[in-house]
């Protein structure tokens, strides 16, 4: 299957400074990715539709001055967490749809700790 | 709006027996994906099973098969001969074919935490 490379696995900041966090398609083009934060024991809430070319899509509720999302090129998305703060510790996965928009594939995923 | 609901939060079940886990999910659309991933302690995201709700035959991965009910928008997956390998969060996902608001979004489940015991 397709692979998404997420970087970096593990981050810790401190807090008001920003972490950017990467989405790279490896074998194939996305004109699409998604952006997820999973609290423990939690389901996947998507937070963001990252489009090429054009402005993210934000879910209800998400800050899209806080969580910027740049889709730089066809395969790679963006996701920055500025002026991050204790709270916005957690795991952040993004995924792209496949050829034929019949699945999505994952990327490793991203924990990130706010100290 | 569509949503999808896994009424299960946690399952325990003995090496080799087997165990179904339920999903339910609620939309007007009439095409449409629906699909089983597995989130193991690593976290990645590995998807078990898909199915295409025209195809009336259930679709089936070597251990795993699901029941797919569309008129009672049902969808469980059953997993057989259980191995220890098996324990995860498992989540059930729904994705329709139509493009909405620019993009095929995948809605999951609340997920259920599966544990095979020795």
């Known amino acids: 299957g397709a692979v998404v490379s997420q970087h970096p696995s593990r981050v810790i900041c401190k807090s008001g400074t920003s972490v950017k966090i990467e989405c790279r398609s490896l074998?194939?083009?996305?004109?699409?990715m998604f952006w997820y934060r999973q609290f423990p024991k939690q389901s996947l809430m998507l937070m963001a539709t990252s489009n090429e070319g054009s402005k993210a899509t934000y879910e209800q509720g998400v800050e899209k001055d806080k969580f910027l999302i740049n889709h730089a090129s066809l395969t790679l998305s963006t996701l920055t967490v500025t002026s991050a703060h204790p709270e916005d510790s957690s795991f952040y996965i993004c995924?792209?749809?496949?050829?034929?928009?019949?699945?999505?594939?994952f990327g490793q995923g991203t924990r990130l700790t706010v100290v | 709006a569509q949503t999808v609901t896994q009424s299960q939060p946690e399952m325990s079940v003995q090496e080799a027996e087997t165990v179904t886990l339920s999903c339910t999910y609620d939309t007007s659309e009439n095409n449409y994906y629906l699909f089983w991933y597995k989130q193991p302690p690593s976290r990645q995201m590995i998807l078990v099973i898909r199915q295409e709700a025209y195809k009336q035959q259930n679709a089936t991965e070597n251990r795993f098969s699901v029941n797919f009910q569309k008129a009672a928008k049902s969808f469980s997956l059953k997993i057989s001969d259980s191995q220890l390998g098996d324990t995860a969060m498992y989540f059930c996902?729904?994705?329709?074919?139509?493009?909405?608001?620019?993009?095929?979004?995948?809605?999951f489940g609340q997920g259920t935490r599966l544990t095979i015991n020795p």
């Open positions: 074998d194939f083009q996305a004109t699409t």
């Open positions: 996902a729904f994705m329709p074919t139509r493009i909405i608001q620019g993009a095929q979004k995948l809605v």
């Open positions: 995924s792209a749809p496949g050829q034929g928009n019949t699945e999505a594939f």
